[in-house]
């Protein structure tokens, strides 16, 4: 029998050589005149070891990585054919610890298939929650979702199954389900690997809130930054259409939803659910005050649903294995799994589901394996530009949507960079600033010009024109009045990274003498 | 090829429609823009605005290649900074600008989702991960950019 091989098609791994690995192997079969068949997986988000090759043996799959496209010829005098020994070596894939203790729920296929076979989706138990999803009645579906406790994995927790009942119940027009695929945290990429590595579990997650709220069109608004995976969705797409799971009746009963796949381009902001309803409606991405809530009148000024590719991928799990097998999972109101994504300066970065509750000392040191530079690991900004930055005293909080917000800090999309001691916060302040300044909608002035006269003030601290006790003061006001001024997180949360800047390394503005860190 | 393709006529269609002018001409050419308003129904003013609204629309006619480095926090916790005034230096231009030469744009992106693998850049639609200033002058030199 042909050996089955696996090397990652997602962007990341090819990004590190995975496409010319591909090329190594099938050449080198070849001049060996050994057939083999290369399996174009997703990433299992062992990210450290990509390109991670994967040579089935006796049914297990066993990991060889990172693997560069010069080690290929050895790899294969090896044998690793058979699992043969090699210093790049590492066991059965799924044994290998990192992998083995996560709670894969939403990214139970991550790496085990090919992305864009249906027969494949099928065979690991895809539609498996869209064909309960097709016998139960729409006030059912919702209460499966209510039960198992989801809320919104984007970043703003909100619950899944209220924001549902609100559309179900929202009259019988037309609706809309709207999938937010414009991740643009920094630290964040679990939804590019989820639309690149399982495509059909985002469709499926969106048939199935159609389903539920009587909705036969989405929308996919997915950000111009992931070209891969618009490829892969708009074939996922077609493939969905030609076998009768997306089209006129949905598994063939009678049952309609159609999907359109939008580009965005290259604006942040978009991110934030009305502004992206203006992109698709092919305006400026201007916020829209709340209310009226998309629910009642979103895209288009029909009942909407928007919800982020995580958040409607977890989906099938729930209504495949029911709302309290998921609600078993985490802690508090936090209930389930989250795909937290480890980046920055760590020594293993990846993609870590855990259930809620474990600690971010957890994931940066048991998972992370600490700095990549070996240096200690200063400040962790979790939850993307706009999330606070943690200071090592605060690594043992639990990841928690209210814990985190106790201590001002938002557990957001999962994302968590790390940096290490060599980082300077104050600029890190005026990035966010910055950042906040150059994507800013422009529609409420706390944002716009706030945002701005940050950059300013940063500016004056960084150059050593502070006087203390009136820039920082200045600036501190400056983030209350974007605060509870802004119209949306954009400008509402900027001052989470810069006001737990100043609280935690006031030294870095020179509020405070310079003292030499001691970090765990 | 996507459900994306099937024209609309409303205003919903302008955001594909300039897309795919930018995807031929690398730009959006001034001529366009009265021709885009009365197809999509709206004033010029308007596709103004909207073209002017988003990052990724250009009014002139980019470099041949197009290198969009990451500056964003995790590529920053890895050294991106240092790349990115690296880049700067190399190819003698500033961030959104085009060298004299017209050979290479220079570009700052906000995240390319390649964070596991920092610091990032894609250079004409191309990912690559783990870049240091010596890969960064390989890629230069394999499209003969620099």
Not at chain 1, 155 to 166: D, E, N, Q, S, Y
Not at chain 1, 252 to 267: E, P, Q, T
Request: charged share 20%; proline share 6%.
């Amino acid at each position: 029998m042909t050996v089955r091989i696996f090397i990652p098609r997602d962007s990341s791994a090819v990004s590190v050589g995975a496409e010319a690995v591909a090329a190594a192997v099938a050449a080198e079969a070849a001049r060996r005149g050994t057939p083999v068949d290369i399996v174009r997986n997703g990433s299992r988000g062992l990210y450290w070891l990509e390109p991670l090759v994967e040579v089935e043996v006796a049914g297990q799959r066993i990991a060889y990585g990172p693997v560069a496209p010069q080690d290929v010829p050895a790899l294969f005098d090896a044998g690793w054919l058979r699992g043969g020994a090699h210093a790049l070596r590492h066991g059965p894939c799924e044994d290998i610890p990192y992998l083995k203790r996560q709670a894969r729920l939403t990214f139970a296929r991550m790496g085990r298939t090919d992305p864009l076979s249906l027969d494949d989706y099928r065979a690991h138990g895809g539609l498996g929650g869209l064909a309960r999803a097709l016998a139960m009645p729409p006030g059912d579906i919702v209460g499966a979702v209510e039960a198992s406790g989801l809320r919104g994995r984007g970043g703003a927790g909100f619950p899944t199954g209220i924001k549902w009942r609100t559309v179900l119940n929202a009259g019988s027009g037309r609706k809309y389900i709207v999938c937010n695929a414009d991740e643009g945290d920094s630290g964040t990429f679990s939804d590019r690997m989820l639309m690149e590595g399982d495509p059909y579990c985002l469709i499926e997650g969106m048939l199935i809130a159609g389903l539920a709220v009587g909705a036969d069109t989405g929308y996919i608004y997915l950000r111009s930054e992931y070209p891969d995976a618009w490829d892969v969705l708009g074939d996922a797409i077609i493939n969905a259409m030609r076998e009768g799971v997306l089209g006129d009746s949905v598994l063939g009963s009678g049952r309609r939803f159609v999907l359109n796949l939008v580009k965005g381009a290259g604006a942040y902001v978009c991110g934030e659910e009305t502004s992206l309803l203006e992109s698709i409606e092919g305006k400026r991405g201007l916020v829209r005050a709340k209310p009226p809530l998309p629910a009642l009148q979103g895209l288009f000024g029909q009942p909407t649903v928007v919800n982020n590719v995580i958040t409607l991928a977890s989906v099938p799990w729930i209504l495949a294995h029911g709302g309290a097998a998921y609600q078993a999972y985490g802690v508090g109101r936090s209930r389930g799994s989250l795909p937290f994504q480890l980046a920055g300066n760590l020594k293993r970065p990846g993609l870590v589901e855990v259930p809620f509750g474990a600690t971010l000392r957890e994931l940066l040191y048991d998972y992370g394996g600490g700095s990549a530079s070996g240096r200690p690991i200063r400040a962790v900004q979790v939850g993307g530009p706009l999330g606070a930055y943690l200071p090592a005293s605060r690594f043992d909080l639990p990841l928690d949507y209210e814990a985190f917000a106790a201590v001002g800090a938002t557990v957001g999309h999962g994302g968590i960079v790390a940096f290490d001691d060599s980082v300077d916060m104050a600029k890190m302040a005026r990035y966010a600033m910055e950042f906040c300044a150059i994507e800013s909608c422009g529609k409420c002035t706390p944002c716009r010009i706030g945002s701005v006269r940050g950059v300013e003030l940063l500016d004056g601290m960084l150059a050593g024109r502070t006087k203390p006790g009136n820039d920082d003061a200045l600036l501190r006001d400056l983030c209350q009045t974007m605060l509870e001024g802004s119209l949306c997180a954009m400008g509402g949360m900027t001052p989470y990274p810069v006001l737990s800047a100043l609280d935690h390394y006031p030294e870095d503005f020179g509020l405070a003498p310079k003292q030499e860190e001691a970090s765990a | 090829m996507s459900q994306e393709s099937a024209p609309r006529s409303d205003q919903a269609g302008l955001l594909p429609a300039l897309h795919r002018l930018q995807d031929q001409l690398g730009y959006i050419p001034d001529h366009a823009i009265a021709d885009l308003a009365r197809t999509y129904n709206v004033s010029r003013a308007e596709v103004e605005g909207v073209i002017g609204f988003y990052h990724d629309f250009r009014r002139t006619p980019p470099g041949r290649r197009r290198l969009q480095m990451c500056r964003a926090e995790s590529c920053q916790a890895m050294g991106a900074d240092a790349l990115a005034a690296h880049a700067s230096g190399k190819l003698g231009v500033g961030f959104g600008a085009t060298t004299a030469d017209g050979a290479i744009t220079l570009e700052a992106a906000y995240c390319l989702g390649n964070c596991a693998c920092s610091p990032a850049l894609m250079l004409d639609g191309r990912l690559y991960g783990r870049i240091d200033a010596e890969r960064l002058d390989e890629l230069l030199a394999e499209g003969g950019a620099a």
